[in-house]
């Protein structure tokens, strides 16, 4: 499973970093965000991770799509309702 480690510090422990990426069975995907990593990992190795990092709150990812509009048009079609070919 992918979970979002987010670090309620500006500037993580670097310690509690190396924790994170020497866990077993622990993966870092994404770490562009100083305070926020994106990995994978086992939910046992996040529990683990839980009781070990408590400046860090841990949540599975969540992954939202955009909503639908059926009012709203492309510009391509306003486009060739305009100009039909």
Known sequence: MRYVL???EK???PDDLRKIANAPGVKILAHS???VLL???SQEAVDKLRS???KWSISEEVVYSLP???FR???LE???EKDPA
Do not use: G, N, Q, Y
């Open 6 to 8: 987010f670090c309620r």
């Open 11 to 13: 500037i993580p422990d």
């Open 33 to 35: 965000v100083p305070h």
């Open 39 to 41: 990995v994978e990992a």
């Open 52 to 54: 070990d990092l408590k």
């Open 68 to 70: 639908s509009d059926p």
């Open 73 to 75: 048009k492309t510009r």
């Open 78 to 80: 306003k486009k060739r």
